[in-house]
């Protein structure tokens, strides 16, 4: 009975934590996303403890299949799936769950003398659980697999359950015994988890886990001429390079030549001894664009980051500027820095989808341009599945008066290009006007009248920003 009273909570547990991270890494950090998983693992501990008759066993059992049947879609279609999408399915496996969770321990509540035991090991079923998705899983898996077997460690739960009590059901005036049938999905929904875990990783060559998220090292088009390494965060790509030695030095993903950023390193009116920040690192790309004579600087966070870009890609080692990572918090970074005279300066750092919010804020901004000289340009990279950043970074222009536009190429992906959206921002009216960057500038956002926003340290809401 103990163990029941232990193992139930723990799950619970355990599901409401990776859950919160699914959601924060494949979609934004953002308390509203913090406060869902929270809200809902609270409301079904209220529900189960205070009105106990609300949960029905075989209701919530014959839910739990078809959600499972949808978790799995979910984490088959990955960064492909809405944040609707995302919330709703998530959300409700994480409901159901901890509804299960916490209406059955209710049902196992013993004799009043032995209450002070029972809340004793919920409370200690759900500390582990927090500290088996917070310091084991880490070390045990190098990706975030305890999503996917706390669901299963759910099932097969119940699967123990039903066996223990025998439980059964009537049809056609027969008896049937539930659990065969709760054995078999238990073994099939297993065997799904196994097969999506095997399909994620089968071009994959390195994985790490760390603070900062799960990065993935993949083979693309292995024994052919466009053979490539990729380097993912999470759901997001963070570069590409090809091993044929006549096509390493090519730009690629979101970084080629008719991005935004590469027309504004390609374009930049002073094309020798050039002085280029870079906000995140990923593969080191942009050092492609590195000439005799230029310094490229770049702001990492991530050691795992740096030791792969140094290790398994060549971008740094084999560009013709002057390299330099600078590792830590790229904005902590620039505030104790002098002015760094950037001709310019990019902004790419990626949390999973999500640009971080304290990179695009007034105060942060305005850091960036003491390090941009007076004619130099900010690129800021805003691809995004789930959020609108546009506004944002227009307000960042009106905030201090310069010149924007937005370049995005929408050409055909594959062969190591992705579509892109950049948004390019200086005060050097000369360069922002000129025909190469004029010519592909899909917006410029004061004649459409975009609705600005300015986001301070002290206030940024992506509710704003969230795309319908």
């Known amino acids: 009975m103990k163990a029941w009273w232990f193992a139930l909570p723990a799950c619970g547990s ?8 699914k959601l924060c890494l494949d979609v934004a950090s953002v308390p509203f996303l913090w406060l869902l998983p929270l809200g809902l693992y609270l409301l079904t501990f209220i529900i189960c403890f205070d009105r106990p008759e609300w949960y029905a066993r075989k209701i919530f059992t014959l839910l739990l299949v078809p959600l ?17 999408g995302h919330v709703l399915i998530f959300g409700g496996n994480l409901f159901v769950a901890c509804m299960i969770c916490h209406g059955e321990v209710y049902r196992l509540k013993p004799a009043p003398r032995f209450l002070t035991s029972f809340y004793l090991f919920i ?11 917070g310091i084991l899983a880490p070390i045990l898996f190098n990706s975030y697999a305890e999503l996917n077997w706390g669901f299963w460690l759910l099932s097969a739960l119940v699967l123990c359950l039903h066996f223990r009590e025998k439980t059964e059901a009537r049809f056609r005036s027969r008896r049937w015994r539930l659990w065969p049938a709760m054995l078999a999905g238990v073994l099939v929904l297993g065997a799904g988890l196994l097969y999506q875990s095997y399909r994620d990783n089968r071009n994959t060559v390195l994985t790490a886990r760390n603070f900062y998220g799960v990065l ?11 053979l490539a390494y990729k380097l993912n965060h999470g759901t997001i790509s963070h570069g590409l390079q090809f ?53 490229f600087r770049f702001y990492e966070i991530n050691p795992e980051v740096r030791e792969i870009a140094d290790g398994a890609f060549t971008f740094l080692r ?23 005279q950037f001709d310019v300066l990019v902004l790419d750092a990626f949390s999973s989808d999500a640009v971080p919010t304290h990179l695009l804020t007034r105060e942060a901004f305005a850091d960036y341009f003491r390090h941009v000289k007076p004619d130099g340009a900010i690129a800021v990279h805003i691809s995004n599945r789930h959020l609108n950043l546009l506004p944002v970074v227009v307000g960042m222009s009106e905030a201090f008066h310069c010149l924007v536009i937005n370049i995005q190429w929408h ?18 009216q000369s360069f922002m006007l000129s025909q190469p960057m004029l010519s592909h500038a899909s917006l410029i956002p004061y004649e459409f009248g975009t609705n600005a926003i300015v986001w301070t340290d002290d206030y940024a809401s992506l509710f704003r920003v969230i795309r319908r």
């Open 14 to 21: 355990v599901l409401l934590l990776a859950t919160t991270n």
């Open 68 to 84: 499972l049947v949808l978790l799995c879609y979910g984490l088959a279609k990955g960064h492909d799936l809405s944040l609707a």
């Open 123 to 133: 409370a200690a079923g759900g500390a582990v659980g927090g500290v088996f998705v």
């Open 216 to 226: 993935r090292l993949e083979v693309l088009a292995p024994g052919t001429k466009y």
């Open 243 to 295: 091993a044929d030695p006549s096509l390493s030095h090519v730009a690629t993903t979101y970084y080629n030549e008719p991005s935004g950023v590469g027309l504004t390193l390609n374009n930049f009116p002073r094309q020798t001894n050039r002085c280029v920040g870079v906000v995140g690192l990923g593969v080191g790309t942009l050092a492609a664009y590195g000439r005799p004579g230029d310094a």
């Open 318 to 340: 084999d560009s013709a500027a002057q390299v330099e990572v600078i590792p830590g918090d790229a904005r902590l970074s620039l505030e104790r820095e002098p002015p760094q």
């Open 411 to 428: 050409g055909e992906s594959g062969k190591g290009f992705s579509p892109s959206s950049w948004v390019i921002l200086s005060h050097n």
